[in-house]
């Protein structure tokens, strides 16, 4: 390939880039417009959060423990305000997809001059960005009045990040992967509320998986859910760098997998757009 031809490829992937992160943009934007309102709708996290603190609180004057599973009280209450605050943010795509294909919305996506399943990643990342952000806010606040400050680095925080940002992109992918079964199912809200409920109860979302049984421990751990909540939320609070790299691949083996089994869904499910919705 010559220069310019390599010049002119580099230009053209930077124009398609440059429109996903201006709709990453306007949805930071948009959403920082309603920002009391989003504030004031999760208030309930804070609610939760105190029961929490007074939950633990009792549990490790009632143990007489330093530690639960290798989590102190500040660790285990960081820990759970970290993961309601990933758990209060998550976009609801797979039913914004689930919309779309119903309504005929998505045939009308195919005509614009983006990739549909990009264009949405943008917008959830967005989404997500602002609800993370103002749910730690409350949540942070409340736990840090009880125990103090999070226990982190600058190392861990960089890591946690980089985590977090994958955990992301792997909820993305598997709801779009469930939003897309819309083509065939009637109706995809079960799915959705098992995947969600899933997620809750086995993903490290209300205690670590420390605290597991020892085999289901094992079989959550390698599992698409607990690299949604634990490992991004463990690398914060706790962190190891040998499992931050276990986890990091984790996280791009599932993420592929998503990403192949979305892939293989909308290319077929895009045969019927016109026959279901459009």
Same mark, same amino acid.
């Given at each position: ?26 949805? !930071? ?112 606040? !409340? ?136």
């Amino acid at each position: 390939m010559t220069e310019v031809g390599r010049h002119r490829q580099g230009a053209s992937w930077s124009k398609k880039i440059a429109k996903y992160v201006e709709m990453l943009r306007i949805t !930071v934007l948009t959403d920082l417009a309603y920002a009391y309102d989003m504030l004031s709708r999760q208030l309930f996290l804070a609610v939760v959060m105190f029961v929490f603190v007074k939950l633990w609180s009792a549990t490790y004057r009632w143990e007489g423990a330093v530690s639960i599973g290798g989590y102190t009280m500040r660790q285990m209450l960081w820990y759970l305000a970290l993961t309601e605050s990933i758990s209060m943010s998550t976009p609801r795509t797979a039913a914004d997809i689930d919309d779309d294909v119903r309504s005929g919305s998505l045939a009308y996506s195919l005509t614009k001059p983006y990739k549909y399943p990009w264009f949405l990643y943008a917008k959830h990342m967005g989404k997500a960005l602002v609800g993370f952000s103002g749910s730690l806010i409350i949540a942070g606040a !409340v736990v840090w009045i009880a125990v103090g400050p999070p226990p982190v680095t600058a190392l861990s925080c960089a890591l946690g990040l980089l985590t977090a940002l994958l955990a992301c992109t792997l909820d993305f992918w598997a709801q779009v992967a469930i939003g897309l079964s819309a083509f065939w199912i009637e109706d995809g809200s079960p799915y959705r509320l098992l995947y969600s409920r899933v997620k809750m109860l086995l993903g490290g979302m209300l205690l670590p998986l420390e605290l597991f049984p020892d085999v289901l421990r094992r079989v959550v751990a390698f599992l698409p859910v607990g690299q949604i909540y634990h490992g991004p939320v463990k690398t914060f609070v706790s962190l190891s760098l040998h499992e931050f790299v276990g986890t990091v691949a984790k996280q791009v083996l599932w993420t592929i997998v998503f990403i192949a089994l979305a892939g293989a869904v909308y290319k077929a499910g895009v045969r019927r757009v016109n026959v279901h919705g459009g």
